[in-house]
């Protein structure tokens, strides 16, 4: 009875295993011809982590402009720069994701982009820890890789409770509409609203002086004459725009379509 429950235990365990490792061992040897290193297969096991969240691939780079056919299968050249990597996503909604992954030394540093919710989630790890490259992948604790890629980098932006980081940008509708005119948080006790909230100077006879609004640069609903407004922090009275910037030492470049170029970085000495 024993060596039966034994047998059953290790029966279960197996099953749990093939179902938390579903599809990888495909993807292994659909992609084995093109693997060149340790990042390669790192950047397949988020790929795979990905799919099984139901998203397909739409091509390489960070432009929505032109994808791809929808596809589990990675893209052609998806590894041809090997420091730098950029996928791209859709759901079943057309929502566009980006996994970005940048190589530092020997630190790889992936992210994820929901385009549309501007949230983003990023995992730094050792590639060369966990995964060695010969004639055969092998893996050093598969499952504590695995569950880093699926928690904190896939879960945080495609689970059902989003907890990942907002790369900011513009304040939501509802909270902009609340705001009274003619305040100033930063001043004690608030700024008062002007007077006449029309153009200064116009008693609403005749043309109206325009670039009067020159003279009041903290005016009413004309607005100011100075190109930075300093109740609104961006350039005529626009929020400054998010960018996506994965975290990591001495990395440059953006991601995302309000972020900078794909352009990866060298060694850190």
Known sequence: K???????????L??????QYFGLETFLELEKPNLKSSNDVAVLLAHWSLTAKGLMCVGVGEDFQTVSS???RL??????DGSVYALKY???????FILKVITADTILIMSILAVKTETTSDLTITAADHISLGNEVTFTNLEDLVDKVREELVMEVIGQKKTGKKTGG????KEQGQKVPGQDPLLVGGR???VDPGMPGWGGVGAPPMGGSDLDPLGGIMGGGMLMDPRQGGRMGHPMQPRFDPVGPGMGG??????GGMGGIGPMG
């Open 2 to 12: 024993l060596i039966l429950l034994d047998s059953l235990l290790q029966e279960k």
């Open 170 to 173: 513009k304040s939501d509708d």
């Open 254 to 259: 953006g991601i995302g379509p309000m972020g």
């Open 90 to 96: 859709q759901n079943d909604k057309n929502e566009n």
């Open 14 to 19: 197996l099953i749990k295993k093939m179902n």
């Open 70 to 72: 929808k596809s589990e």
């Open 192 to 194: 008062g609203g002007r």
């Open 75 to 80: 893209p052609l050249s998806w590894n041809e």
